[in-house]
Structure formats: structure tokens, C-alpha cells
T-cell receptor
Framework: GQNIDQPTEMTATEGAIVQINCTYQ??????LFWYQQHAGEAPTFLSYNVLDGLEEKGRFSSFLSRSKGYSYLLLKELQMKDSASYLCAVSPNSGGYQKVTFGIGTKLQVIP | GAGVSQSPSNKVTEKGKDVELRCDPISGHTALYWYRQSLGQGLEFLIYFQGNSAPDKSGLPSDRFSAERTGGSVSTLTIQRTQQEDSAVYLCASSLATANTEAFFGQGTRLTVV
């Protein structure tokens, strides 16, 4: 089975840096996704990590440690528009039947 | 179409009625997911289709819920005898067969049972 944990809510200040953590326990593991979901909208893809380490994409970076079952999403130079939910999702390694499992999401509020 | 299309975008129905929600995935995407999201909550997995394999129905909350996918493309989620607790946004997503590809979400159907 799959179990994904992430904080339900976080608050951070405009211009600051925030780290959103995600831990997972899965019966198999292929990679880990991060999605962003603004209120009332559909989730959109941010990143996908397969190998250990940090991948940077502009103001957003995502880190993965396969041995620790741990990932984080790092948001720098926070802007008000970054207020959204951030969903961690795991892609298992189960042959041809690879259902992605989503965490409950972390609701980030950016304040002035 | 260019993206995942869901219809209707909004549906208000009376308690006890049946509803059908439709999802048109991106052409060529063999994987299709249905999720439910209640107000302010996370994504709740409902059902997963992958090619011609038997669907994973493990997330369906009761036997009032069913889904089918015809011809490996369009999918319909049916809720029979709707209850007020079924009120939520129902999201459909599709992706290519391989697991390391992103899922693309539709805009969802907001279902309100009154």
C-alpha cells in the first residue's frame, strides 16, 4: 500500500523561503511528483524527481531522498500568487499497473 | 482537444437522483483517473483505468458509484441515488502509460446534491 504524509497548512511571508515536506511509505517506488493547486482550480504539474538530490526550476526546487522516503518542495522569493495547495504524489513501481497516489496536500498561505 | 475535458462543469441535483459525469482525456493517454475533492480537502482517489487492464476500483466509496471507459477513451462516472455527502468536485486526470509522466487534470465537475 501507499502512505503519504505532508503538513496540512503552512504560512509564510512574501519574499521569504518556505520548505514543504513530504514523507512516504510505499510498497514500490518509481518517482515523486509535486503539483500546485490554486483554490477552485485543477492541480498543475510542478516537478518530478526520480533520482536523489535537488532539482531546481526557477524559484521552485524539489528534493528527493529515496533511502529516507522523503521529499521537499522549496519555494524562494515567495509571491502572493504562490498561495495555493501543494500536493505530493508517488508513482509506484508495480510493473505495468502504476497508479499515482496523491497526498492530502499542504495549503500554503503567503502573507504580506 | 488540447486538454482533459469534463462535463458538465456544474451539476445541481436532487437527493436520490442519478448523475453521470463525463471525462474526455487527452488523445493517446491510456491512463485515466477519477478523484473527488470536497471543499478545502485533499484529493480522494476513486478509480483508475489503464489501457485494457481491469480498472482499480478500490477507491469507490460505495456501490452507488461506478465508472466505465469506452474504447479506451471517454470515461463516465455514474452516481446512483445521490446523497448530500456526494457533493464535491469530481476531477478527472489522464496521463501516458508510463509512470514517470505527469497527469493532466480537467477543470472538474462541481456536484451539488440538494
Amino acid at each position: 500500500g501507499q502512505n503519504i504524509d505532508q503538513p496540512t497548512e503552512m504560512t509564510a511571508t512574501e519574499g521569504a523561503i518556505v520548505q514543504i515536506n513530504c514523507t512516504y511509505q510505499t510498497s514500490g517506488f518509481n518517482g515523486l511528483f509535486w503539483y500546485q493547486q490554486h483554490a477552485g482550480e485543477a492541480p498543475t504539474f510542478l516537478s518530478y524527481n526520480v533520482l536523489d538530490g535537488l532539482e531546481e526550476k526557477g524559484r521552485f526546487s524539489s528534493f528527493l531522498s529515496r533511502s529516507k522516503g522523503y521529499s521537499y518542495l522549496l519555494l524562494k522569493e515567495l509571491q502572493m500568487k504562490d498561495s495555493a495547495s501543494y500536493l505530493c504524489a508517488v508513482s509506484p513501481n508495480s510493473g505495468g499497473y502504476q497508479k499515482v497516489t496523491f497526498g492530502i496536500g499542504t495549503k500554503l498561505q503567503v502573507i504580506p | 482537444g488540447a486538454g482533459v475535458s469534463q462535463s458538465p462543469s456544474n451539476k445541481v441535483t436532487e437527493k436520490g437522483k442519478d448523475v453521470e459525469l463525463r471525462c474526455d482525456p487527452i488523445s493517446g493517454h491510456t491512463a485515466l483517473y477519477w478523484y473527488r475533492q470536497s471543499l478545502g480537502q485533499g484529493l480522494e482517489f476513486l478509480i483508475y483505468f489503464q489501457g485494457n487492464s481491469a480498472p482499480d476500483k478500490s477507491g469507490l466509496p460505495s456501490d452507488r458509484f461506478s465508472a466505465e471507459r469506452t474504447g479506451g477513451s471517454v470515461s463516465t462516472l455514474t452516481i446512483q441515488r445521490t446523497q448530500q455527502e456526494d457533493s464535491a468536485v469530481y476531477l478527472c486526470a489522464s496521463s501516458l502509460a508510463t509512470a514517470n509522466t505527469e497527469a493532466f487534470f480537467g477543470q472538474g465537475t462541481r456536484l451539488t446534491v440538494v
